[in-house]
């Protein structure tokens, strides 16, 4: 059952009660407000520097580690380029020293063709000068040989020259007849005079060639017949007589100058 609204009531109830001057004052019954705040802002001071000393020392810790790693890489770098520069050295030192070995080589393999050359040249020339030197010897013996068949034969040059000298003395005067050199070894020029009736002093020769064993006729002024020639020689060849050719050429000028 609803009760009825009593305006007396309502604001009796919620009015405070009246107070005397001797009675507290509210704001005596609040609780103290003192938070130590000068204290509160030394330690948020100290903190911040604390706190700034950290960030400060952070940053140069950091600086530090960034320039010391700058540092490192620097060095690896450096390292590196000097490495790298270590190796194109030695890779060039070992490219040359590998051209140096094969030029050696080179060098060697023509040095030991040169020696087998020089070799084989030495082997030839003491061959050539053992076989020059038997040929020499050969020679020797063979001009030894000669020397004492010319001895000989000049010796019996020399005999038979006593026998023949008054038998040539007698032919030159008897023939008209001289004997001259024909400027070559082995050959004779005979020169006849007194062959031309109307002209004494005219001469007729011939070059005899005593060289080889059959004599010859080489050269004959004025010209005469061979065939009168040949007999003559041909007579010469068979018996060794000179006389009687010298009497049969001076017969064939004689004839020759009618």
């Not at 609204?5 to 509210?26: G, K, N, Q, V, Y």
């Not at 130590?36 to 030394?42: K, M």
């Not at 490495?83 to 051209?99: G, N, R």
């Not at 060639?209 to 009168?228: A, I, S, W």
């Amino acid at each position: 059952m609803a009760t009825a609204f009593e305006p007396s009531m309502s604001t009796s109830a919620i009015r405070p009660p009246l107070l005397s001057a001797d009675a507290p004052s509210m704001a005596d019954s609040l609780p103290s407000i003192k938070f130590g705040f000068e204290e509160l802002r030394d330690r948020m001071a100290c903190f911040t520097t604390r706190f700034d000393d950290f960030i400060a020392q952070g940053r140069k810790r950091v600086l530090e580690e960034r320039n010391q790693f700058r540092m490192n890489v620097a060095e690896l770098q450096e390292d590196q380029r000097m490495k790298k520069k270590d190796i194109e050295i030695l890779t060039h030192k070992s490219t040359t020293h590998a051209h140096t070995l094969a030029k050696e080589a080179a060098e060697t393999a023509e040095m030991q063709t040169a020696i087998a050359s020089i070799a084989s040249q030495r082997d030839a020339r003491a061959a050539h000068r053992d076989r020059l030197r038997a040929e020499t010897a050969s020679v020797q013996r063979a001009i030894d040989q000669r020397l004492e068949a010319q001895c000989q034969h000049a010796k019996y040059l020399d005999e038979q020259a006593r026998f023949n000298s008054p038998e040539l003395d007698f032919w030159t005067d008897y023939l008209c007849m001289r004997i001259e050199g024909a400027g070559v070894v082995d050959h004779l020029k005979f020169v006849f005079t007194h062959i031309n009736e109307r002209d004494w002093e005219k001469e007729a020769w011939f070059e005899l060639n005593t060289e080889k064993r059959d004599y010859q006729v080489e050269c004959v002024r004025p010209k005469l017949e061979d065939e009168g020639v040949e007999r003559c020689l041909e007579k010469l060849n068979e018996n060794r007589d000179l006389g009687m050719f010298l009497k049969g050429m001076r017969e064939l000028f004689v004839q020759s100058m009618k």
